[in-house]
Antibody, heavy 118, light 112 residues
Framework: QVQLQESGPGLVKPSETLSLTCTVS????????WSWIRQPPGNRPEWIGQ???????NYNPSLDSRVTISVDTSKNQFSLRLSSVTAADTAVYYC????????????WGQGILVTVSS | DVVLTQSPLSLPVTLGQPASISCRSS???????????LNWFQQRPGQSPRRLIY???NRDSGVPDRFSGSGSGTDFTLKISRVETEDVGVYYC?????????FGQGTKVEIK
């Protein structure tokens, strides 16, 4: 079973850029689609966007202008950048295997809480 | 965006009794390839969501057979045949048919 692990700062200042990395182990990042999902406290998960191992991306229109997802196949990692953050971006951020060729969201990271505060 | 509406939002259940959660979609979840990408997730307190059911009715490996999924088109149901203590948590339906993946609001299952 593939394993995913998020890493990055747990505290980001308003107006700055949130940056997270997901390291995939137990399997290759190649051949699959990968997503970032966030979950504000007490709310449902929200899909942020996805990336194919080849680099093509697809973002949630609600965040499109602020989101960049990239991939580094040599490190088996993919990353999230979310610019101009506000308190509304405070959430647990998950990296997820989006599509395994047959189904969606079968493997999740443990999540990382990112708080936006000065 | 596809809107998923779950009911009920809160579900108190007696141990050993059945439970049922509904998920209704604002549009058909049948993909152009004929598959229906409706999934169910369980989120226990303090944990990541865990997928239980994919493509409406396929149980994931390790998921107890007391969990079952059914439905078609826009109406879907997750059933727990006999609720156990470990089933406490929030359950979400999620669709992957649309380019923009969306989740239901969640149903909180608790023991009476």
């Amino acid at each position: 079973q593939v394993q995913l692990q998020e890493s990055g700062p747990g505290l980001v200042k308003p107006s700055e850029t949130l940056s997270l990395t997901c390291t995939v182990s137990g399997g290759s990042i190649s051949g699959y689609y990968w997503s970032w999902i966030r979950q504000p406290p007490g709310n449902r998960p929200e899909w942020i966007g996805q990336i194919y191992y080849g680099g093509s991306t697809n973002y949630n229109p609600s965040l499109d202008s602020r989101v960049t997802i990239s991939v580094d196949t040599s490190k088996n990692q993919f990353s999230l950048r979310l610019s101009s953050v506000t308190a509304a971006d405070t959430a647990v951020y998950y990296c997820v295997r989006d599509w395994d060729g047959d189904s969606h969201f079968d493997s999740w990271g443990q999540g990382i809480l990112v708080t936006v505060s000065s | 965006d596809v809107v998923l509406t779950q009911s009920p939002l809160s579900l108190p259940v007696t141990l050993g009794q059945p439970a049922s959660i509904s998920c209704r979609s604002s549009q058909s979840l049948v993909h152009s390839n004929g598959n229906t990408y409706l999934n169910w997730f369980q989120q226990r307190p303090g944990q990541s969501p865990r997928r239980l059911i994919y493509k409406v009715s396929n149980r994931d490996s390790g998921v107890p057979d007391r969990f079952s999924g059914s439905g078609s088109g826009t109406d879907f149901t997750l059933k727990i045949s006999r609720v156990e203590t470990e089933d406490v948590g929030v359950y979400y339906c999620m669709q992957g048919t649309s380019r923009i993946r969306t989740f239901g609001q969640g149903t909180k299952v608790e023991i009476k």
